[in-house]
């Protein structure tokens, strides 16, 4: 297997990490604190070309491969995951699920401004009794002939208060069970479609998580994607993909954390020496590196069958698996590392171990990875 990045990739990392150190981490801790969103900074990456990296040229994208970029997600989380994961979600789940299963005319309307950065989109599975059971889906939208009348609520939705566009999972019929199920895209500002309140985070806190609630919103049919009862198939054929950028954002929490980690372990001193020179510490970082490689390939192998036409479904959740563990783990250890200055907010390994912790949840909770890859590594 063959990593070299082309020019073309190299230069695309270094615009991502000049970025990251230029725009991303002035006012990181002030943002995390105060819960703010970086709305200047995802204008920024709108610009850049960084929020629709996939999307052909004439649908308003960068036209870039899927491994280019993870190694923006990488870069970017190194600094900040409350920005990346705006990336992701709209990269990932609301690009790539448009330009892959959208019409034309969904295309045109929606995912050319998506692309660009113009607006901001959010990807609605989640609901309050359905987060990794996805099929049990109590938002309904029932079919009224020339359009749906949706009803029901969503959890937990990243940039559920930005976003101009949502699309939303629903059941239609209750009796086909997940082949009743329809993806439709939603307008902010249809009636009867409310944002609930911002919810208080643990970690990424500057990213706009929200509570979606839907009451006889009616979403005209041409916004259903695909065929009646490709809803299901739609979230997991998107979310396959999805989980290979939230990979690659908790490859950059942990390479992030690292490279902080191993730069105080040269400058601090205990017992007369700086602390990288004891092997208690020289060890923490020679296992860390190990594991943040390891996950690196598993991630950027991802990528690769991404581009390579491959099934990605079982290499996607590998990454994300393991790349999440790596990620706390990392993050863990690097706050022990800074000792007492691990636990103040100026050295930001203590909001990366916070930030850590939602990659081994969403997109798929680790648990739900495992059923993913053991499911196809024992199917024949
Ligand atoms: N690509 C395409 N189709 C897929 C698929 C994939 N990656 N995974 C499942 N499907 C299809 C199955 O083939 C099946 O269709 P058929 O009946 O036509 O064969 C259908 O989806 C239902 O799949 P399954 O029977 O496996 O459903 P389960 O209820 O057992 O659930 C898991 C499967 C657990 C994998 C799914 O519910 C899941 O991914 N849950 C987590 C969802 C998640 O990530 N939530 C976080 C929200 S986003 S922050």
């Known amino acids: 297997m063959d990593f070299t990045l082309s020019e073309e990739q190299l230069m695309i990392q270094q615009a991502a990490k000049d970025f ?4 991303l981490l002035p006012g990181v801790i002030e943002r995390d604190d105060a819960q703010k969103f970086p709305a200047e900074q995802v204008r920024k990456m709108g610009e850049l070309g960084f929020l629709g990296m996939m999307v052909k040229e004439e ?30 979600v709209n990269n990932s789940l609301v690009c790539w699920g448009l330009e892959t ?4 005319a969904q295309k045109q309307k929606y995912l050319t401004r998506l692309a660009s ?27 009224m002939g020339d359009h749906y009348v949706v009803n029901g609520t969503k959890n937990w939705i990243t940039n559920g208060g930005t976003a101009e566009v949502y699309l939303v ?21 249809m009636e009867g479609f409310e944002i609930g309140p911002k919810e ?32 299901f198939k739609f979230a997991m054929k998107t979310l396959a993909g999805g989980r290979i950028g939230i990979a690659a954002q908790a ?49 950027y192998e991802a990528a690769c069958d991404k581009d390579n036409g491959k099934d990605y479904t079982l290499s996607g959740a590998m990454a994300k698996l393991y790349a999440s563990e ?38 798929g909770t680790s648990e739900i990875q495992k059923i993913v890859i053991s499911r196809s590594i024992l199917k024949d």
């Open 101 to 104: 299963f959208g019409s034309e």
């Open 169 to 189: 999972i629903a059941q239609t019929d209750v009796e086909k069970g997940h082949k009743g199920i329809n993806a439709l895209i939603v307008e902010k500002g």
């Open 251 to 299: 490859l950059g929490i942990a390479a992030g954390a690292y490279e902080l980690a191993r730069k105080y372990s040269k400058e601090r001193k205990a017992f007369g020496t700086e602390i990288a020179n004891h092997q208690a510490i020289a060890f923490k970082l020679a296992d860390m590196h190990t594991k943040i490689q390891a996950a690196r390939h598993l991630v």
């Open 200 to 231: 208080n985070k643990l970690g990424i806190r500057g990213s706009d998580t929200h509570s979606l609630l839907f009451n006889d919103v009616k979403v005209p049919k041409e916004n259903r994607i695909g065929e009646d009862g490709f809803g």
């Open 20 to 23: 990251a150190q230029n725009e």
């Open 326 to 363: 790596v990620a706390m783990e990392t993050a863990v250890e690097a706050v022990q590392i800074h000792g007492g200055n691990g636990f103040v907010k100026d050295y930001h390994v203590e909001r990366m171990m916070r930030d850590a912790k939602i990659t081994q949840i969403y997109e």
């Open 117 to 143: 950065g113009e607006i901001i989109g959010a990807f609605c599975l989640s609901e309050p009794e359905a987060g990794s059971d996805a099929t049990s889906q109590k938002t309904t939208a029932i079919d």
């Open 59 to 88: 649908y308003g994208g960068s036209g870039l491969d899927t491994l280019s970029y993870v190694l923006v997600m990488e870069e970017l989380s190194k600094v900040d995951a409350s920005a990346s994961v705006v990336v992701s």
